[in-house]
């Protein structure tokens, strides 16, 4: 089979690959649509954990089944899935309970595990309506490949359980930011400020139901929570961006006794004073590895949530370079798909 190599910063090439073993507890996906993730850029414009040579990355998408493991039960060939790879050592407490996602040895599909930019892709633990769910035919393939960001967004909001009344805030605005305002949107939430970067995030953030976009590169987003939430400040803040000024920021904008969801991953470390969540009582949770699979396909199938006007770029696998080189710097780019 084809799948893209990746070789170190700016190096994804094209090869022929064995093809994956089947697992036991698994199953083989031939690959229709796989997404381009944040961290995935992280790896490819700074290169991986231990230089990354060899690995595949991939661990947002779509396909059908075409191989089924002894142990799997509940799908059969040509079935259309989405999936969450993940593999725990099999030893430890969280395993024994079947919760591998909480083992502290996790590898992790495209981290790990050889991922989706290839034809074809081997899911252990694979398990519908757990961390794997069936497409209803009213979902598309691309669409699909957006789920795990969406369960991402929709754990987010989840962990927060904001109320119709709550100013929300959320900052960073790739699909997991603009999946979180659907969401609050979807749940009655009236004030949503958002901020970030680009031009068409800042459009699709508007059209999803924020009521205040601040473009990043131009205005702080302090003053204006300032300027709508008054003496009263927000109830929510969502830091998807994994900037360390906006988590700074986050800390100022939220009352005492509110809420910072940390969702982006940082790439640098922040310093602090522990100081602020003790005097103000906030309360600092990370959304971290936790997906609510079923329940986004289950917000994508009732148009709750609409991630097409995301989806702003398709390549074949061939163009997996040029598809990772336009989501790093495309202006319009917000989620770029790699079809094999
Ligand atoms: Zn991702
Ligand atoms: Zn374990």
């Known amino acids: ?71 799997v039960t509940d799908v059969k060939v040509g079935d259309r899935v989405v999936a969450i790879g993940g593999v725990g050592c099999g030893e430890c407490y969280w395993c024994q309970q079947g919760q591998y996602i909480k083992c502290s040895k996790l590898s992790f599909l495209g981290y790990g595990i050889k991922g989706a930019f290839a034809e074809y892709t081997a899911i252990p633990n694979f398990k519908i309506g757990m961390y794997a769910e069936k497409l209803p035919d009213s979902v598309s393939y691309e669409e699909g490949a957006t789920a795990e960001p969406l369960s991402v967004a929709l754990y987010a909001v989840n962990q927060v359980q904001p109320k119709p009344d709550d100013i929300c805030v959320v900052t960073g605005l790739g699909i997991i930011g603009i999946c979180v305002i659907q969401i609050l949107r979807s749940r009655g939430v009236k004030t949503i400020i958002a901020s970030g970067r680009r031009t068409k995030r ?70 602090w004073s522990p100081s602020v969540i003790v005097g103000n009582d906030i309360t600092l949770i990370g959304c971290g590895l936790r997906w609510d ?27 997996t370079k040029e598809a990772f080189e336009t989501q790093l710097t495309s202006q319009d780019a917000i989620k770029v798909i790699v079809k094999p």
């Open 1 to 71: 089979m084809k799948a893209a190599v990746f070789h170190g910063a700016h190096e994804i090439r094209v090869e022929e690959y064995p093809y994956p073993k089947l697992p036991d507890d698994g199953v083989i996906i031939k690959v229709n649509s796989s997404g381009i993730c944040g961290s995935d850029l992280h790896v490819y414009s700074r290169g991986g954990r231990g230089g990354g040579d060899g690995m595949i990355m991939g661990h947002e998408f779509s396909g059908d089944i075409v191989e089924i493991g002894k142990d």
């Open 202 to 271: 800042l459009e699709i953030a508007k059209q999803s139901g924020a009521e205040v976009v601040v473009d990043a590169a131009k205005e702080d987003i302090v003053p204006v929570v300032e300027k709508v939430a008054g003496s009263r400040k927000a109830d929510v803040v969502f830091e998807v961006a994994g900037v360390p000024e906006l988590f700074h920021k986050a800390l100022q904008m939220v009352h005492r006794g509110g809420v910072v969801d940390l969702v982006g991953l940082y790439m640098e470390q922040v310093t």
């Open 293 to 319: 699979l079923p329940g986004a396909v289950e917000l994508l199938a009732s148009g709750k949530v609409d991630t097409k006007p995301m989806i702003t770029h398709e390549f074949s696998l061939d163009q």
